[in-house]
């Protein structure tokens, strides 16, 4: 574990701490609590010594059972947009549009369901962590874009169940415009 590493709460995390509902044990739900989602874990290990010495068994465990995922997810971070997918017919629209008289615009890309799958399991991955699996795998599933929209089109639905709303909506913020961009 690479103690220079920020850890935030998932979905699960959150519930454990409002709800009690995994009965975790004090001392992993005591670090459940310390981990902000702010500050490395050595920042938080040395404002807190008395969290002892198995912090790394400890953090394996709560990594491992979905209560903890890496700071670096899209949905924390918002490192990832739509627009680094090439998915967009309607940018192409755009572009062709402003270009001056005589300048060639090179064909307008395909829909790309692979990359389009990939861009919304980063995010739902980012977002939901280990919760996200099913959603995963269902998105996966998708053989056209229409299932994929049907899959994303619940999602939507299930976000705010899963999540604050302030943190539904900014993930549904990353995939609204993926939704935009496939054909119905």
């Known amino acids: 574990m690479d103690h220079h590493q920020i850890l935030i709460r998932t979905a699960e995390g959150q519930e454990e701490i409002r709800s009690r509902t995994f009965g975790l044990s004090q001392e992993l739900r005591h670090l459940l609590i310390l981990l902000d989602g702010h500050r490395t874990v050595e920042e938080i290990l040395s404002r807190h010594p008395e969290i002892g010495g198995e912090v790394e068994a400890q953090l394996d465990t709560l990594l491992a059972g979905g209560f903890l995922a890496p700071h670096e997810s899209a949905f924390e971070?918002?490192?990832?947009?739509?627009?680094?997918?090439?998915?967009?017919?309607?940018?192409?629209?755009?572009?062709?549009?402003a270009a001056?008289?005589?300048?060639?615009?090179?064909?307008?890309?395909?829909?790309?369901?692979?990359?389009?799958?990939?861009?919304?399991?980063?995010?739902?991955?980012?977002?939901?962590g280990p919760v996200g699996a099913h959603r995963v795998e269902r998105i996966d599933a998708a053989t056209d874009a229409s299932e994929l929209r049907a899959e994303l089109d619940e999602l939507r639905d299930v976000l705010p169940k899963l999540l604050s709303p302030r943190q539904a909506e900014q993930v549904w913020d990353q995939l609204e415009p993926l939704m935009l961009s496939i054909q119905q």
């Open 77 to 97: 971070m918002g490192a990832y947009s739509i627009d680094e997918w090439d998915l967009l017919a309607y940018e192409h629209q755009a572009l062709q549009e």
């Open 100 to 128: 001056p008289a005589g300048v060639d615009i090179p064909p307008e890309p395909h829909f790309n369901l692979e990359k389009a799958k990939g861009f919304a399991r980063y995010v739902v991955l980012g977002a939901l």
